[in-house]
């Protein structure tokens, strides 16, 4: 496990707060987990990355209520066991006064519960499942619903992409059933009904030809599909060879640098459904995709940038409740209104979920570049469950 805490000294040389400032004040505690080390290793080190950055950014300003931030950093490994301990830890030996979680939906669904009943707030990055802030008023995520994501490709796909017969592919996990679940409901409403869906397990998966003959069976005229970057790159390079040439929608590890270099070539074209637009004309937005690329040789994500806003809403409600007290911090939060994020302006939160429009993203030429917009508001606001 990765942790950071301890003396002033390592927040000023971690975090690069001013000198002055970080001798003078007890830091305040935030904590952040998310998978650094295995299979999606690659994810929740641009969540903690990200975060690191924004951590220097607020310390750079003078900190929050005139003290520096310190980072408790965990590796939860993907593993929601795992998750539980280190939720345990940051409540009771480390006192954090809030959370950002950089995981997936398995570790962040286990572990909100614990942070509700401590009242120790918890603002999510992209973790998609429901469980992660139903029943609670402390409990919030920066990236959408996976139901109103869904949702929103599927409005995407019928109305921007004229789709009349979509498929899908998703994956056997929490993220995958929800963005699936929320896809299909939307077309059908929109009376696009999904002619064929295929799941596959993961980890494990790597032979991907068998589900995609069987879409290519079906005869769509576009697939969505979603999964983490290693299978993304497999499903694009596996579909080409089968000549599966069909418009590509898509969620996930998609959106990330490493999908378009492990797929050679075959990731060109891909439209992502996303929480970051890196045409953002925003010029703090621009500002802090070259300071990500600088720092850190590549180029920022969606799974970075959601973690960024995670960091800073939590740190503006503080500011903003002018204490760290638990009960004003969670006022605050659920006041927050018309917040001018990394990944866009949060209108607000609804039980705890982000209301914003959904960014699409094509592959063109290796990178990423808007390709357009969902903000119905029949389709980006959540519904009670």
Not at 12 to 34: D, E, N, S, T, Y
Not at 159 to 182: I, N, Q, Y
Not at 251 to 258: A, E, I, L, R, T
């Amino acid at each position: 496990m990765l942790y950071w805490m301890g003396s002033c000294l390592a927040a000023l040389i971690l975090l690069g707060c001013p000198p002055g400032a970080a001798v003078a004040q007890a830091p305040i505690k935030i904590g952040f987990f998310g998978p650094l080390t295995g299979s999606v290793a690659a994810d929740g080190t641009s969540a903690r990355q990200a975060v690191q950055l924004a951590a220097q950014e607020v310390n750079g300003r003078g900190g929050v209520l005139g003290k520096p931030v310190e980072l408790v950093v965990y590796d939860d490994r993907l593993n929601p066991q795992e998750a539980v301990a280190i939720a345990h830890k940051l409540i009771e030996k480390d006192r954090v006064v809030g959370v950002v979680s950089g995981a997936f939906s398995g570790p962040s669904r286990v572990t909100a519960p614990l942070f509700a009943k401590a009242r120790v707030p918890m603002v999510a990055g992209y973790a998609v499942h429901p469980d992660v802030t139903r029943g609670s008023d402390s409990n919030f995520r920066i990236g959408f619903l996976g139901s109103v994501e869904g949702a929103a490709a599927g409005e995407y796909a019928a109305a921007a992409l004229k789709s009349r017969r979509p498929a899908v592919l998703t994956v056997d996990t929490d993220f995958g059933h929800e963005v699936a679940a929320g896809f299909t409901e939307r077309t059908e409403t929109l009376r696009v009904p999904v002619v064929v869906q295929q799941v596959y397990k993961y980890p494990g998966e790597t032979n991907f030809r068998p589900l995609l003959t069987r879409i290519m069976a079906a005869q769509p005229d576009l697939l969505f599909a979603a999964g983490y970057h290693d299978v993304a790159a497999l499903i694009t390079l596996q579909a080409k060879e089968l000549g599966l040439t069909i418009p590509i929608l898509a969620k996930g590890g998609f959106d990330s640098p490493q999908f378009v270099a492990l797929a050679k070539g075959t990731a060109e074209g891909v439209i992502v459904v996303t929480n970051l637009d890196r045409d953002d004309p925003r010029p703090f937005v621009q500002s802090y995709l070259r300071r990500y690329r600088a720092a850190y040789g590549t180029d920022l994500d969606m799974v970075g940038a959601s973690s960024f806003d995670a960091f800073m809403v939590l740190t503006n409600a503080i500011q903003r409740a002018g204490t760290t007290d638990s009960p004003a911090v969670i006022k605050a939060l659920n006041e927050t209104k018309d917040y001018r994020g990394l990944t866009g302006t949060i209108g607000k939160f609804v039980r705890g979920e982000v209301v914003k429009p959904v960014q699409f993203q094509v592959v063109k030429d290796g990178t990423f570049r808007r390709h357009g917009v969902v903000s119905s508001p029949e389709v980006i606001t959540p519904r009670a469950p």
